[in-house]
């Protein structure tokens, strides 16, 4: 029993309580003295107001349900009677509200968080495309924090339905090469054919016929297309399905492009023909010098790009030119050599404070194998727990510390198996979003053996053999009562071969995580292992912090440091660190180097790229101000046998650099005149048009001929909404704005990604048939609520303070009586 005190500030009282006492006890001398000093005590203690907390358990047998019932557009797809249906089933013996959501657009979302947190239960009968509103990633989330469940009733498929979207970008640059994504989506995933037509400015400029047997398929090759006008331009899509398609809405789709000249940049390099050098002046509009060519260079430039170049080169006047260009607005990208960062004396300058690293060598923090060992017995489903189990896991995963680990994830129920497929470098963002998804799609074991042996075993496997630091990880409910003894044992095997065993008990009701004496079995398995301090008793909702020290250095870092002594040439691949970066989402990354530049990337910065499992960061990158800046730590490519990147700059991988400059550019539209952004849109959805005057005069915009009203939002610039009522491309006075079919009819079919979140709020999800035979059960047993509660002590402590001064005064009445009689005996027998 853990007890607290409401009050702790009133044991301060003791303190004059214990001098007095002294004092009269050196004058009287008499028990009493002591008897009173403890009845003070307890008083004390009782205004401290101590308490215990009482873990309650309710349940209730006809829970209150949310039924929310999906009838917009893009169900049409599916048996409208699931949600009907059910709702008479569970109406009839429980509390049921049903809630139909209709039209052209899904608010699932917001659904969802008005009805989280009120006490009842939520069912979802819906194909779970959420296109307005709040987020349903966000959402789910939210019911999750307030320990709603949710659960998802997926509708019977009746009609197959295919939709088409164009994805690129809509500003793009005259001359330069493009490539225009072709999305087709259907609703099942059977096999499907159909041909297909793309107009660039009406003219067909690809088609074929297709055969698609997955829910979603982009088009081979991409729609490939370089303008060399200015202005408006538009590109177009048409399917035509050979077999069942419910809906020809959505088989044409249109994009607007709006082509504007090359963006001004300044390169300061000593090898003007160098690779780097060619791709941008065939992108971009480049001004090359030998020297920093001073502030009025930059002017108009959007981008400063520094090639190789010695810290030294560039005095303090200059240093504050840059950090000022970059502050307000401007681009730098630093290309590293054998004249820049760690060689170019860049570590402690000014210069190096505008830089997204440091000029000293990364630390290495790998050699680590990590195994997570994941309960996903019934008992987890049951006592809600499952969510926790596996949020712990991932919250672990996500540790600064693990980045350059090998991670390995095993799950245990009725057995144990293996839900990685070995281990997995977590130095790869793409590698921990895979393993992210693989344990939010873990579900309870149908079996209700919990065999904690099973899953030590297979670990045990996985990590015999290996080097480095071992560790190993169960997060379990800590209902292990009928594997404890065979779980002791593999553990123990796993002691032996040097493995770190930690234990993090999620706290729940289960009562097999106790013996009879009410002692944990997961707190004494961790004690008699010798390894107390490795467990973690948290709370539902809570995430246990285990430390992890840095690791010695890699295999591969001491191959370096002797590749450099001996002046050997090594290969490092390159991996894409954060493949959902701005630069790095489209690029295909096939080339090696040869040498780097050693950096340390600074706090805040983003590594983008890097050399092999080493970590080592090829590309990083963090905004400065208003401004973008990349630090890319190989060469120019310069192919003269002794360069480090030349095979970057060719092939796929050449794509890195220009999305690069990109990035570092951000706008490419020049500041001149009058300049218009609005997004494309679908129809229904309103567009946000912005509206930058850089020349004197009054705003004047027309959509389609009819003026547009525009309000002043900030210095020079115009904000307003546009919404046409008719899909195809409009103008904007001169702008192309492209107005596709209703956002509703594109994501057709059941949305899988919601399924892992559904299951994390302790729901489950059913087909129809599943539904009406189960639903109830488990919302029944899920109303199983668990609440903490304090129980005050005071009135224990009052009694035992009332019961002591009590006793006192009857032992001392009882003394002084026997004295007096004792005293009478003497005066009789005298006489």
């Known amino acids: 029993m853990n007890i607290s005190l409401e009050h702790p500030e009133m044991l301060l009282l003791i303190i004059p309580v214990t001098v007095a006492g002294f004092y009269l006890l050196r004058k009287t001398k008499t028990k009493i003295v002591e008897w009173r000093m403890l009845v003070v005590f307890l008083l004390i203690l009782a205004l401290a107001a101590p308490f215990t907390t009482v873990t309650q358990t309710a349940n209730e047998e006809n829970p209150s349900l949310i039924l929310i019932q999906d009838k917009t557009s893009s169900m049409e797809l599916f048996s409208n009677e699931t949600g009907t ?76 339905d295919l939709s088409v979207e164009i994805l690129g970008d809509k500003s793009v640059v005259v001359d330069n090469p493009n490539e225009f994504e072709i999305v087709v989506h259907q609703a099942s995933n ?20 297709i055969t698609q047997n997955a829910t979603q398929y982009s088009i081979s090759p991409n729609l490939r297309q370089t303008f060399s006008t200015l202005g408006a331009h538009n590109i177009s899509v048409k399917i035509t399905p050979s077999g069942e398609d419910l809906n020809s809405i959505n088989n044409e789709f249109y994009k607007s492009v709006y082509v504007i000249p090359k963006p001004k940049l300044t390169l300061v390099t000593g090898e003007p023909n160098s690779p780097l050098a060619q791709i941008l002046n065939k992108l971009y509009n480049t001004s090359v010098f030998t020297t920093y060519p001073g502030a009025s260079a930059l002017n108009s430039s959007k981008a400063l790009v520094l090639d190789n170049q010695f810290a030294d080169n560039l005095t303090e006047t200059q240093v504050k030119e840059i950090r000022k260009y970059v502050t307000n607005g401007g681009g730098l990208v630093v290309v590293g050599g054998e004249r820049a960062y760690n060689y170019g004396n860049y570590l402690n300058s000014s210069f190096e404070k ?3 690293v440091l000029s000293k060598p990364s630390e290495y923090k790998g050699g680590r ?41 095993i799950a245990f129920g009725s057995k144990g198996y293996d839900v990685s497929g070995g281990f997995v470098f977590l130095g790869l963002a793409q590698n921990q979003a895979t393993l992210k998804d693989k344990i939010e799609r873990l579900t309870p074991d149908e079996e209700s053996k919990t065999s904690l042996d099973a899953g030590l075993n297979i670990s045990k496997e996985m990590l015999t053999g290996k080097e480095g630091e071992l560790d190993a990880i169960i997060i379990s409910d800590g209902a292990i009562e009928d594997s404890y003894e065979p779980g002791l044992q593999a553990a123990k095997e796993l002691q032996k071969l040097g493995v770190n065993l930690y234990f993090i008990h999620v706290r729940s009701v289960a009562p097999s995580q106790t013996d009879k ?32 020290e840095s690791t010695n250095k890699s295999q591969e870092e001491d191959k370096e440091d002797k590749d450099k002594e001996e002046n050997v040439t090594s290969d490092y691949s390159l991996y894409t660190y954060s493949p959902n970066s701005f630069i790095t ?35 990083t990158t963090w905004r400065f101000g208003l401004g973008r800046v990349a630090a890319f730590t190989t060469d120019n490519g310069q192919g003269d046998g002794s360069r480090w990147a030349t095979n970057v700059y060719n092939g796929s991988s050449a794509k890195l650099i220009s999305s690069m400059i990109n990035w570092a550019v951000a706008n490419p539209r020049a500041e001149e005149g009058t300049v218009v952004d609005s997004p494309d849109t679908w129809l229904g959805t309103p567009s946000n048009l912005t509206l930058k005057m850089y020349d004197e005069g009054i705003p004047k915009l027309k959509l389609d001929g009819n003026a547009l009203d525009l309000a002043l939002t900030g210095r020079n610039t115009y904000e307003t909404t546009v919404n046409p009522d008719s899909i195809g491309i409009h103008d904007i006075s001169g702008y192309p704005l492209a107005v596709n079919y209703q956002l509703e009819y594109r994501d057709v079919g059941l949305n899988e990604d919601i399924e892992p979140l559904v299951l994390a709020t302790g729901g489950k999800i059913y087909n129809e048939k599943e539904a009406r035979a189960l639903l109830l059960k488990d919302a029944r047993q899920n109303s199983v609520k668990q609440s903490d509660e304090q129980v005050s002590l005071k009135v224990y402590v009052l009694l035992a303070a009332l019961v002591l001064y009590l006793g006192e005064i009857l032992a001392r009445r009882i003394r002084e009586m026997r004295n007096l009689k004792n005293a009478q005996v003497e005066i009789e027998a005298e006489k």
Not at 114 to 140: E, M, P, R, W
Not at 520 to 543: D, T, V
């Open 190 to 209: 059977q096999s499907v054919s159909y041909s297909y037509e793309a107009y660039v400015d009406g003219e067909l400029s690809q088609s074929g016929d």
């Open 354 to 356: 505008i830089l997204p």
């Open 369 to 409: 194998n990590l195994v997570l060992i994941l309960d996903v017995s019934p008992s987890t489903a049951a006592h809600k727990t499952q969510g926790d189990i596996l949020g712990n896991a991932i919250y672990i995963l996500q540790n600064e510390n693990l980045k350059d680990a090998n991670a390995e994830v």
């Open 517 to 548: 004496s009410r002692n944990y079995y997961a707190e004494m398995f961790m004690k008699e292992l010798g390894l107390e301090n490795n467990y973690f008793h948290i709370n539902m909702s809570e995430r246990a912090n285990i430390v992890f």
């Open 585 to 619: 989402k489209d690029v295909n990354l096939t080339s090696n180097i040869t040498g780097y530049n050693d950096v340390t990337p600074k706090s805040g910065a983003e590594r983008l790229v890097i050399t092999t499992s080493n970590g080592k960061p090829v590309l």
């Open 85 to 160: 249906d059910l709702y008479k089933a569970l109406a009839a013996d429980t509390s049921t509200t049903l809630v139909q959501l209709t039209g052209d657009k899904t608010n699932l979302g917001d659904a969802v968080t008005q009805y989280s947190g009120t006490g009842n239960q939520i069912i979802l009968i819906t194909d779970g495309n959420n296109n307005s509103g709040k987020s349903l990633v966000d959402a789910l989330g939210f019911a999750k924090e307030t320990n709603t469940s949710v659960y998802l009733v997926e509708p019977e498929l009746k009609t197959n």
